[in-house]
């Protein structure tokens, strides 16, 4: 059953070429035994490809390149060091930094602070998203508004998604809001939990 997400006012992202125009779910799939380190294939609920994701392998920061179909280099992510939590940005390709998540410390699952400015408004924004242990899920909410914007949860999907260790997310994502920057929340969340210090999940 796919989850319905309330449209946001205003539209809300870094890339708005990719604003949802309705309530949206993502598959996330890693590939395989993918011989680049951490790649994902991004496909609409009905298998529409939108994005793909190259890891890098022997890369200190855990740089992942993100595509459009179109083979456009969107941004990076990678992790910055020198931080108490854990921190990546996402990167445009002349290294400028578009967006920067912060992980800190919750007691019965993990939470982290996503900041951009905003392509619309040209205003400062920051997500919340709140991951729970329990339930394999996590909710990400404007922090301005109270409104969920974006869901990650593994319950939508089936049985055989999870076989191999192969991590696979169902990202929902709320009309008007920026489809590449759920993703790259995702897969900062993914990098987080492959540490094995506590993700989300």
Known sequence: MA???????HPLGVWNQFLA????????????????????????????PVFKIQGKVMSIS??????????NHLFDIVK????????????????RKLLEVKSSFALLGSKATATF???????????????????SAADIVD??????VGRIDRKLLSGRD?????????????????????????ICMDEKNNEGKGGFF
């Open 62 to 71: 855990g740089r992942k390149s993100v595509y459009d179909m179109a083979g």
């Open 21 to 48: 125009r309705q309530s949206e779910t993502l598959i996330l799939r890693e590939k395989v035994m993918s011989l680049s380190g951490d790649s994902f294939d991004i496909t609409m609920a009905n298998g529409q």
């Open 117 to 135: 400015t905003n392509a619309s408004t040209h205003a400062q924004e920051s997500l919340k998203m709140k991951g729970n242990w329990f339930d």
């Open 143 to 148: 922090e301005k508004t109270g409104y969920v």
């Open 3 to 9: 989850v319905q997400l309330a449209p946001v006012q």
């Open 162 to 186: 999870l076989l191999f260790g192969q991590q696979t997310y169902a990202l929902t994502v709320a009309p008007n809001v920026d489809l590449a920057l759920m993703v790259a929340m995702c």
């Open 80 to 95: 910055e060091h020198l931080h108490i939590h854990a921190t990546y940005a996402a990167v445009d390709p002349s290294g």
